[in-house]
């Protein structure tokens, strides 16, 4: 399995306050990418990182932010949580982009609620 | 914008039987697309990944195929078990950065 963690697993949390959720890998891979994944929709891109400092936005990025300030972390910021952000998190990584070979390899996820 | 659709949603067999699972996405330029295995309350297991250039690939009983041109995969799970019984995912890696995935497929095998 590749190294991945992401902290916290499970987090409740009210509306209006700001979270941060935490993916750490230990492969040295340089793209990293945070995906949603909600009841009827699937799992949606929100951001990704293809460098330390390069990020840009996914599919579903409104609400969000994220920093990448090492190789090996990558943070998912919720400015000001929403009930609609409830969901389960997952975080990715993968040595290649746009490229045939590019396997991602998935976190365990964080299930954050918003009440 | 891509999109990708699995069928069915749902499936139940019951163990030992051979089963397809289909997945279709409506842009044919994509570099790859990736099968997954998620487990209730888990993470996503990557169980195969089928090159463009590629028409199938093969992992013990799992056998899955690409059409690009026309936009398909199927995944082929041969003498099924109730090891098997998840939820499977389709994925493609296109244009835009990330995958885009389908809904998934529910297995579940009947001992």
């Known amino acids: 399995d590749a190294g991945i963690t992401q902290s916290p697993r499970h987090k409740v949390t009210e509306t209006g306050t700001p979270v941060t959720l935490r993916c750490h890998q230990t492969?040295?891979?340089?793209?990293m990418y945070w995906y949603r994944q909600d009841p009827g929709h699937g799992l949606r891109l929100i951001h990704y990182?293809?460098?330390?400092?390069?990020?840009d936005k996914g599919e579903v990025s409104d609400g969000y932010s994220v920093s990448r300030s090492k190789t090996e972390d990558f943070l998912l910021t919720l400015e000001s949580a929403t009930s609609s952000q409830t969901s389960v998190y997952f975080c990715?990584?993968?040595?290649?982009?746009?490229?045939?070979?590019?396997?991602?390899?998935f976190g365990p996820g964080t299930r954050l609620t918003v009440l | 914008k891509q999109e990708v659709t699995q069928i069915p949603a749902a499936l139940s067999v019951p163990e030992g039987e051979n089963l397809v699972l289909n997945c279709s996405f409506t842009?044919?330029?994509?570099?790859?697309l990736q099968w997954f295995r998620q487990d209730p309350g888990k993470g996503l297991t990557s169980l195969l990944l089928?090159?463009?250039?590629?028409r199938e690939q093969t992992s013990g009983r799992l056998n899955a195929s690409l059409d690009k041109s026309s936009g398909r995969s199927t995944l082929y799970i041969a003498a099924s078990q109730p090891g098997d019984s998840a939820t499977y995912l389709c994925?493609?890696?296109?244009?835009?950065?990330?995958?885009?995935f389908g809904k998934g497929t529910h297995l579940i095998i009947q001992p």
């Open positions: 994925a493609v890696r296109g244009g835009a950065d990330g995958l885009t």
């Open positions: 842009d044919s330029a994509i570099y790859n």
């Open positions: 990715a990584i993968s040595s290649q982009a746009r490229d045939s070979t590019d396997t991602q390899y």
């Open positions: 990182s293809y460098g330390v400092k390069d990020t």
């Open positions: 492969e040295n891979h340089r793209y």
């Open positions: 089928i090159q463009s250039s590629q």
